[in-house]
């Protein structure tokens, strides 16, 4: 199995102590379509700068398409594509100018880039809009062109950080079946970030959940969810503090009760079998002074996966806004430059 990234211990601090990213390791083989899951802030964009040479780790050590990040970050840029979140075409050129000039900063020949150019455009569905002003295109058309600007050199390894973030539900699609393809007919590593549940679980072969710079965990959608069992009950409780704190733990005794965990006023129960822990847990609470004013019965979802391995739904957006912002103070100073 080749691998096509790897990282062991990768750590960055920004100024003034802020930990991004604390000590990540995984690899990802040649061919797969990797994701990141996690909130803004968790450390996902900053991961994913460093791998593309963009930001220099403060730890650790990464190497992409066999080339280290630190030492050889010239040849590791020839080898990758990179999409951020934030689009990077000029609106001032059309959809075939930008290609070009992309193109020629990676040093393709006139052939080449031909040849390129009407690949590329046909792939994302852009071949009649090519000649025309990009500031005439819809965001979804924006979206697809940057992404063909990652494309045009063919790149061993493509990141692609939030790509479809603000799109609407068809577009994303669109997005998705790209993403899909490229893998399909190329066999292209894709290196994906994102916070969406449904995007990890509909194209990633295996997922990595990241919350406040730590990976907490690293396999297939799949198996994730089969690891919390075969029900998540969610239940709104009312009553006295106390009572439902009371509740919660004789819940969490119950046979076949893997975890217990609050979440937006409700709680949360992982079960190895949903269906046969409903009557036990009907007579839990039936001689305490609470009353049962919901309960839902659904299959694990990545949503409840994420719950269980951060105990929370959505990071502290405060928190989550330190590291964001001091990502973006380094990136927009590298642009001042």
Sequence with gaps: MTIAIETQDLTKVYPGGILAVDRVTFQVPRGEIFGFLGPNGAGKSTTILMLATLLR??????????????????????????VSQDLAVDDN?????????????????????????????????????????????????????????GLIHRPQVLFLDEPTLGL??????????????????????IFLTTHYMEE????????????????????????????????????????????????ATAIAGLPGVRGVKAQDGRHVVLADHGEALLPLLFAALKPLPIALHSLTLTQPTLDDVYLHHTGRALRDEVEG???EAARQRIVMRRTRR
């Design 57 to 82: 780790p403060t730890g650790g050590r990464a190497v992409v398409a066999g080339w280290d990040a630190v030492r050889h970050p010239l040849r590791l840029r020839q080898a990758i594509g990179y």
């Design 93 to 149: 050129l059309t959809g075939r100018e930008n290609l070009y000039l992309q193109a020629k900063w990676y040093g393709l020949s006139q052939q080449e880039i031909r040849e390129r150019l009407t690949e590329i455009l046909a792939m994302v569905n852009l071949t009649d809009r090519a000649d025309d002003r990009v500031e005439t295109y819809s965001g979804g058309m924006r979206k697809r062109l940057d992404i063909a600007e």
């Design 168 to 189: 609407d539900i068809q577009t994303r699609a669109e997005i998705w079946k790209y993403v899909a393809h490229l893998r399909e007919a190329f066999g292209m590593t």
């Design 200 to 247: 990890a679980d509909r194209l990633c072969d295996r997922i990595g959940i990241i919350d406040r710079g730590v990976l907490k965990a690293l396999d297939s959608p799949d198996r994730l969810k089969q690891q919390l069992g075969g029900g998540v009950i969610t239940l709104a409780l009312a009553g006295p503090g106390p009572e439902v704190d009371r509740a």
């Design 321 to 323: 806004s330190k590291e």
